[in-house]
């Protein structure tokens, strides 16, 4: 079969011009590192697939033709385009957009802080921007292409998406002060009685794990509906009920500081697993991991000696919970 220009490499193109420089097929090859024949071929295949001869070969001397004049130029001009293209490329890896990077509400108050500030005895991380989202609103996003990656609590159902674990997050009781519950010698999590307590409206994934861990007993509904955990707090403070707080979200202001109370529980500690989805197909995954193992050790290096753990060997993998 004839030789057209979509079967050309930039080899053969190479070779074309390169015997233009130094007016001679032994000089061009010896340049380029090729065996004379070899140099001699790849033109042959230019200049099949031009249609015309772009040298006229003598015993002694090499000579361009009147086609070899015009359109040799052109040739010159593609190689550059393709080193252009190529130098776009390495530019581009070292000059990359930042990551964007989705947050659930109940975690990025309290965390975005210790992503976004320098450590002195921390590498940087990855350049990133964050977006606030409820846990359904980020994997939308995550899926269209609007964001690089997304901070979940597990479990999170999607094939499209790979998992990598964070960190463990204790939940913790938060009452007012004189509430039974305050001052229980022993607490667990079938005391908690979803009617008596202050949870988030729905979308919000704190909300089904704090309904997940309450007893069955009576009414199913929550108390009252928060708009957010500072509301939360308010609402619990005011005598509303009750509710459970990431560790992270624990730290109380004044007045709240005087008003409730933050107790840990003593047996089957209720807890989420978070983690970074990205999407599989991701060409930016190798970044990702980086970003993920650099946010695991500034969070458990600032919240590990108030409670949260690292995720155990045994258990990083995609979609997995914790173990209680």
């Known amino acids: 079969m004839p030789i057209t220009l979509a079967d050309l490499a930039l080899r053969d193109l190479a070779a074309a011009v390169a015997v233009s420089e130094d007016v001679h097929f032994g000089r ?63 530019a581009g890896a070292a ?43 980020l994997l939308t996003l995550l899926r269209s292409g609007e964001l690089d990656a997304a901070l979940l609590s597990l479990p999170v159902a999607s094939d499209q998406l790979l998992m990598l674990p ?35 409206g729905e979308g919000h994934c704190l909300r089904d794990q704090a309904l997940s861990v309450c007893r069955s007993k009576g009414p199913a509904s929550p108390r009252v509906i928060a708009a957010g955990l500072d509301v939360l707090k308010y609402l619990v403070a ?8 990431p560790l992270t979200a624990c730290r109380l202001t004044p007045p709240l500081d005087e008003l409730l109370e933050i107790r840990p529980f003593d047996e089957r500690e209720p807890m989420r697993r978070i983690a970074i989805g990205v999407r599989a197909s991701s060409p930016r995954v190798t970044e990702l991991r980086s970003l993920a193992q650099g946010i695991a050790r500034r969070l458990l290096a600032a919240f590990g000696p108030l409670g949260l753990r690292p995720v155990p060997p045994s258990q990083r993998r995609t979609g997995s919970k914790p173990e209680r």
Do not use: C, N, W
């Open 28 to 90: 061009a090859a010896a340049r380029l590192g090729l065996p004379q024949p070899t140099l001699s071929q790849r033109v042959q295949r230019v200049e099949e697939a031009l249609g015309t001869p772009l040298y006229e070969r003598t015993a002694r001397r090499v000579l361009l033709t009147p086609d070899g004049r015009r359109l040799l130029p052109m040739l010159r001009d593609l190689l550059a385009r393709a080193a252009s293209l190529t130098d776009g490329v390495v």
């Open 238 to 245: 005011a005598g509303e009920g009750y509710s459970l707080l």
């Open 95 to 137: 000059t990359a957009e930042p990551i964007r990077l989705g947050v659930i509400p109940t975690l990025g108050p309290a965390i975005v802080p210790h992503l976004l500030l320098s450590h002195p005895d921390e590498p940087p991380l990855p350049p990133h921007t964050f977006r606030e989202h409820t846990t359904a609103e």
């Open 166 to 200: 964070l960190f463990d997050e204790p939940f913790r009781l938060v009452v007012r002060k004189g509430h039974p519950l305050a001052s229980s010698p022993r607490l667990v999590p079938a005391q908690l009685l979803a009617h008596e307590m202050v949870l988030l």
